[in-house]
């Protein structure tokens, strides 16, 4: 048994960002009080840790990225009580102490525990478990699972089907989750609306899903690269547009498309223009429109304010505002019951040390997701 040991395994270590990344011997010491060692099975690669290698997201390095994954127990630390080792678990960016004012609201989600604003790469301690050639590697908005182990907070896992497969649910842990939750949790889209999807990336993908699921009765798919129409459509979309075609403002486009503007606009891209543009196209009284894309660093928005004053609503949404350790093993659930595909998300899937060619793929439509297998190494 590893339990108590320190694993040597391989990790993708990004040194700095503009680099590709390296596939190093890290260690990876044990799970502290109430922490857990995970075997990563599976990991997605997203659009966030992209932004980080560009330094669109700006994290400490080195660092082991890397936020959307599924894996197995191998260890747990003293106290944790909600997973043990065998189990098969999802990692989770936005944990869930239980304890804070986010968790413990009904309309929060985006627990105190999270590293996403603060970005300290470090455990709650303030130390890290990962080391390379002598040097401390940093943890990636409390996950970290471009490695074979990785070790989170007990409030940022979940427990999950033992039957999931982790190369599909991984999804769960990110790109799924946020933009089908942003459809149905953080806008509650009602049956019969209008809705408008900027990118059509795998969380505007499943933006889509979420509200074909909740019974929008338009869903207009906008993207400038005309071949993500197809798989828009498949997935629910009933319009696609590309703003390439049109010599007049998107927002345009889509008022006179749908009379006053649609009910609900999601941004799933992360550019200041296109969150202007969701906003100026929902219905000018009651519309809502939710930002879902990361929003790129030190960049402002500029806006004229009647839009908001004649009542639009404006939202952000993290980790689509599911409460991870509640929401996670209900959706894996869900899946399993066939409530909604992850299949045609998946576009490519790659042997872990391939990582970097992963990267080139997002980096190059038309590709959606690309899932990393680690059981072969």
């Given at each position: 048994?590893?339990?108590?040991?320190?694993?040597?395994?391989?990790?993708?270590?990004?040194?700095?960002?503009?680099?590709?990344?390296?596939?190093?011997?890290?260690?990876?010491?044990?799970?502290?009080?109430?922490?857990?060692?995970?075997?990563?099975?599976?990991?997605?690669?997203?659009?966030?840790?992209?932004?980080?290698?560009?330094?669109?997201?700006?994290?400490?390095?080195?660092?082991i990225l890397g936020h959307?994954?599924?894996?197995?127990?191998?260890?747990?630390?003293?106290?944790?009580?909600?997973?043990?080792?065998?189990?098969?678990?999802?990692?989770?960016?936005?944990?869930?102490?239980?304890?804070?004012?986010?968790?413990?609201?009904?309309?929060?989600?985006?627990?105190?525990?999270?590293?996403?604003?603060?970005?300290?790469?470090?455990?709650?301690?303030?130390?890290?478990?990962?080391?390379?050639?002598?040097?401390?590697?940093?943890?990636?908005?409390?996950?970290?699972?471009?490695?074979?182990?990785?070790?989170?907070?007990?409030?940022?896992?979940?427990?999950?089907?033992?039957?999931?497969?982790?190369?599909?649910?991984?999804?769960?842990?990110?790109?799924?989750?946020?933009?089908?939750?942003?459809?149905?949790q953080t806008a509650k889209?009602?049956?019969?609306?209008?809705?408008?999807?900027?990118?059509?990336?795998?969380?505007?993908?499943?933006?889509?899903?979420?509200?074909?699921?909740?019974?929008?009765?338009?869903?207009?798919?906008?993207?400038?690269?005309?071949?993500?129409?197809?798989?828009?459509?498949?997935?629910?979309?009933?319009?696609?547009?590309?703003?390439?075609?049109?010599?007049?403002?998107?927002?345009?486009?889509?008022?006179?498309?749908?009379?006053?503007?649609?009910?609900?606009?999601?941004?799933?891209?992360?550019?200041?223009?296109?969150?202007?543009?969701?906003?100026?196209?929902?219905?000018?009284?009651?519309?809502?429109?939710?930002?879902?894309?990361?929003?790129?660093?030190?960049?402002?928005?500029?806006?004229?304010?009647?839009?908001?004053?004649?009542?639009?609503?404006?939202?952000?949404?993290?980790?689509?505002?599911?409460?991870?350790?509640?929401?996670?093993?209900?959706?894996?659930?869900?899946?399993?019951?066939?409530?909604?595909?992850?299949?045609?998300?998946?576009?490519?899937?790659?042997?872990?040390?391939?990582?970097?060619?992963?990267?080139?793929?997002?980096?190059?439509?038309?590709?959606?997701?690309?899932?990393?297998?680690?059981?072969?190494?």
């Amino acid at each position: 048994s590893t339990k108590g040991t320190v694993i040597k395994c391989k990790a993708a270590v990004l040194w700095e960002a503009n680099k590709p990344f390296s596939i190093e011997e890290v260690e990876v010491a044990p799970p502290k009080a109430h922490e857990v060692r995970i075997k990563i099975m599976a990991t997605g690669i997203c659009r966030s840790d992209d932004h980080v290698v560009t330094g669109g997201l700006v994290m400490p390095f080195p660092i082991i990225l890397g936020h959307e994954a599924a894996g197995v127990v191998e260890s747990v630390g003293q106290g944790v009580t909600s997973v043990k080792p065998g189990d098969k678990v999802i990692p989770l960016f936005a944990p869930q102490c239980g304890e804070c004012s986010n968790c413990l609201s009904t309309k929060g989600n985006l627990c105190n525990k999270n590293d996403i604003g603060s970005a300290v790469g470090l455990m709650p301690d303030g130390t890290s478990r990962f080391t390379c050639k002598g040097k401390p590697i940093h943890h990636f908005v409390g996950t970290s699972t471009f490695t074979e182990y990785t070790v989170v907070d007990e409030s940022a896992v979940a427990k999950i089907d033992s039957a999931a497969p982790l190369e599909k649910v991984c999804l769960i842990g990110c790109g799924f989750s946020t933009g089908y939750g942003a459809a149905v949790q953080t806008a509650k889209v009602e049956p019969g609306s209008t809705c408008a999807i900027f990118g059509l990336g795998g969380v505007g993908l499943s933006v889509v899903m979420g509200c074909k699921a909740a019974g929008a009765s338009r869903i207009i798919a906008v993207d400038i690269n005309s071949d993500k129409f197809a798989k828009a459509k498949e997935l629910g979309a009933t319009d696609c547009i590309n703003p390439k075609d049109f010599k007049k403002p998107v927002h345009e486009v889509l008022i006179e498309m749908t009379g006053q503007g649609v009910d609900y606009s999601f941004e799933a891209i992360g550019r200041t223009e296109t969150m202007v543009s969701a906003l100026a196209c929902c219905q000018y009284n009651y519309g809502v429109s939710v930002i879902v894309g990361v929003p790129p660093a030190a960049q402002k928005i500029t806006f004229d304010p009647m839009l908001l004053f004649t009542g639009r609503n404006w939202k952000g949404s993290v980790f689509g505002g599911w409460k991870g350790k509640d929401s996670v093993p209900k959706l894996v659930a869900d899946y399993m019951k066939k409530k909604f595909v992850l299949d045609p998300l998946i576009t490519h899937t790659l042997p872990f040390t391939k990582i970097n060619e992963g990267f080139d793929l997002l980096r190059h439509a038309p590709h959606i997701l690309t899932v990393l297998s680690l059981d072969v190494l």
